[in-house]
């Protein structure tokens, strides 16, 4: 998602940083938007009436991932959110916030609308030509997650630069994160403002934590690894904690710290893959979806959808091989894209 993933050549925090490309932020965010694409398309065919995800082995799965994967990218962006809070004026943030987040999800929520027109009943949720008439907040579908990581941005960014002594403590973070979670634990949102603030709440923590973990040096060059055993017992504490959360209150405060511990185990994996993996040509792969989550994130939907009407049409219905066939062209299909339009030097036009 939002390109923000630079370091210091040096052991510098985050907010002392220059620029080099982290290759394990590219990891992260591509096994990340891998879930994104893989639940997404088991939840649109779980709408299309192929699959039922309670009890079902997609059900507990799709439970497992949502405790991380869209954390990561929230704890990713935190951590080098202060760079870029820095930078120019207030104004000048806002812009490039608005720029990289609030362009696509204006553009995208047009895009998807006149495609649902377009696929008329073969699509999962029909729409007409008025629906062209909605306006694209509060968001619509996965664009939910442009709004709230604009409004996390400006929100801590701001704070950032009205409190100057928050760019030299790490602790100050831990203690927003901490207090951020007590919030969405106790309060109760209005109806009216659900779609509005929903998911800036739920993720605001987050993001905080990111902030707190810019200040290490080891944890932005990727030196928070896990030793190799102990990839033995990782799989069984992700098994064990998303188990323990699925009897969790989702609003509540243990959930939150739970949700905590697997999205950073699941970032220190990245870093410890990162490390002992880092040749070959799956790994490549990997982190070449990292470098195009943003396009990936933005239309993997419509390829997904567009798979699922085919493999329809032609009369198969077997879940697994639309789950297949759907997750694959929901990746390669917007990373086709982005490629084409960064032929054409259309990428930024298209919001990638």
Known sequence: MPNSQSVSSTSRPQSEAGFRRLHWVDTARGLAIVLVVLAHCWRGLESSGLISLDDSWQGHLDRFIYLFHMNAFFVLTGSFLLQQAQRGTGRQFIGHLS???????????????????LAGAAANKPVGSE????????????????????LCMVIWGGLARTLPHLHKSPTAWIGLALAASLFWHSVEIPPLLVDWIMETLRHLPFVALGVALG?????????????????????????????????????????????????????????????????????????????????????????????????????????????????????????????????????????F
């Open 131 to 150: 629906a062209l008439l909605v306006l694209p907040l509060p968001p619509i579908e996965h664009l939910w997650f442009l709004w709230a990581m604009f």
């Open 215 to 351: 200040f290490s040096a080891r944890w932005m060059q990727g030196q928070m690894w896990l030793p190799p055993y102990m990839f033995l017992w990782a799989p069984a504490a992700f098994i064990g904690l998303e188990f323990i959360a699925q009897y969790a209150d989702p609003k509540s405060f243990g959930l939150n710290i739970l949700s905590a511990l697997v999205t950073l185990l699941f970032l220190a994996l990245s870093q410890s893959i990162t490390r002992f993996w880092q040749s070959g040509h799956l790994m490549s792969g990997i982190q070449f979806l990292g470098r195009h989550s943003m396009a990936v994130f933005l239309a993997h939907t419509a390829f997904s959808a567009a798979m699922r009407i085919v493999l329809l049409k032609t009369g198969i219905s077997d879940p697994n091989l639309h789950l297949l066939l759907g997750t694959v062209v929901g990746l390669l299909g917007p990373v086709a894209l982005a490629l084409f339009a960064q032929r054409l030097r259309v990428a930024r036009l298209l919001g």
């Open 99 to 117: 720029r990289r987040l609030l362009y696509p999800l204006v553009l995208w929520t047009y895009v998807f609308i006149s495609l649902r027109i």
